[in-house]
């Protein structure tokens, strides 16, 4: 057989094998690739999904029980495998690599990404080691496991407990919040309030003296002008029922912006599932701010996840219209993946705080 027909044989049965797939062809430069060539339609089931990983990683559980590891997910937040973390980042990186190009050759992933430590690969990979998060003593000191948890004060026409009969966190917050909407009507779903309470366990752990890189402060991480457009003396932007105070006027804002847009997309869903949403996206709100948000709902181009989503919303939990919308959006108007992880992890410690029976009994959940 002649030289030439003999390696364009080689060459089609080497193609056939796959043995090129996951050097060339399923290899693809950036991450967010994989994102745009995900239908609308995937993310079915994706909370579920993705929230049983980051459980595992923000409560030390699964395959996250070891915290010299990382997790690997793919794009419907399917849990694909795990890695051992090795002696330095960079060999950990590279061994990540590895493994994202051993899951397309067993056909468990489609496509791969190479990732670096200031780069996003493909499969999403997540350290369990997270230093800033510790659920379990967040949750403690919510709901005044010692008697150091327990909180009295005054703030501005409002006193809650006493030096003698200090109260825990969970019901300062719901003292502040109910004396609030009864004096101006705060306007929303009481679904709110038990997402407020997941927002401080997530932001500062309920850590009163809480600082960011970000000059984010106390258990809201309020920024500088947020405090200054709340009024709030320096001597008391760590005080704990200042910064609730100032969380739902800000949440009031939010609220009165966000309401016309969401109802012209969302109107027509049930209650419930409205009511849910809704909630997912004014912490969406707080966390990315409302002009961001606004647009992913009515822009033009930005805004076609939510219209899918809203035209079909039968076919999804509120939780997954949520995620879709800002997953499809991502590298979009400064949106990234900790905006994803943002909302989950937010509903993971809603949904771990209303486990508890103090919870339970104060009736916010």
């Known amino acids: 057989m002649p030289y030439r027909i003999l390696l364009k044989f080689f060459l089609i049965s080497l193609l056939a094998s796959g043995h090129t797939k996951a050097e060339d062809a399923d290899k ?62 960079e060999q950990t990186q590279q061994a990540l690599n590895q ?4 899951l397309v050759n067993e056909k468990k992933a489609k496509y791969w990404v190479e990732g670096t430590d200031d780069k996003v690969g493909y499969p999403f990979a997540l350290a369990c080691e997270q230093p800033h998060v510790d659920m379990k003593a967040a949750l403690g000191r919510m709901l005044g496991d010692t008697p150091d948890h327990l909180v009295w004060g005054t703030w501005d026409g409002m006193t ?4 003698d009969a200090p109260l825990p966190l969970v019901k300062v917050v719901q003292q502040v919040y109910d004396q609030r909407d009864l004096q101006t009507g705060l306007g929303w779903s009481d679904i709110l309030i038990s997402h407020l309470l997941g927002q401080i366990l997530i932001e500062s752990g309920a850590r009163k003296r809480s600082f960011s890189s970000a000059d984010a402060v106390g258990l809201l991480q309020l920024r500088p002008e947020v405090l200054q457009d709340c009024r709030i003396p320096d001597k008391f932007q760590l005080h704990r029922m200042a910064q ?111 486990e508890s029976k103090e919870s339970r009994d104060i009736g916010i959940c």
């Open 99 to 102: 493994l994202r190009k051993k």
């Open 28 to 89: 693809l430069s950036d991450w967010l690739d994989v994102v745009r060539n995900s239908p609308y339609a995937a993310t079915k089931g994706f909370y579920e999904n993705i929230s049983d990983i980051r459980r595992w990683v923000l409560l030390g559980e699964g395959f996250c029980n070891r915290i010299d590891r990382h997790i690997l997910f793919n794009t419907r937040g399917h849990f694909l495998g795990y890695l051992n973390n090795r002696s330095t980042s």
């Open 244 to 354: 609730i105070d100032c969380a739902l006027k800000l949440y009031r804002q939010n609220h009165r912006n966000l309401l016309p847009v969401f109802e012209k997309q969302f109107s027509h869903l049930p209650t419930d599932k409205k009511d849910k949403l809704y909630a997912m996206l004014l912490v969406q709100a707080y966390h990315g701010g409302i002009g961001r948000l606004i647009s992913v709902l009515s822009d033009p181009e930005l805004g076609a996840a939510a219209r899918y989503y809203a035209s079909h919303q039968e076919r999804f939990p509120a939780e997954d219209i949520a995620l879709g919308i800002i997953f499809h959006n991502l590298g979009r108007h400064e949106l990234g993946l900790a905006s994803l992880y943002y909302l989950i992890d937010v509903e993971i410690a809603t949904e771990s705080l209303c």
């Open 160 to 163: 809650i407990g006493s030096r």
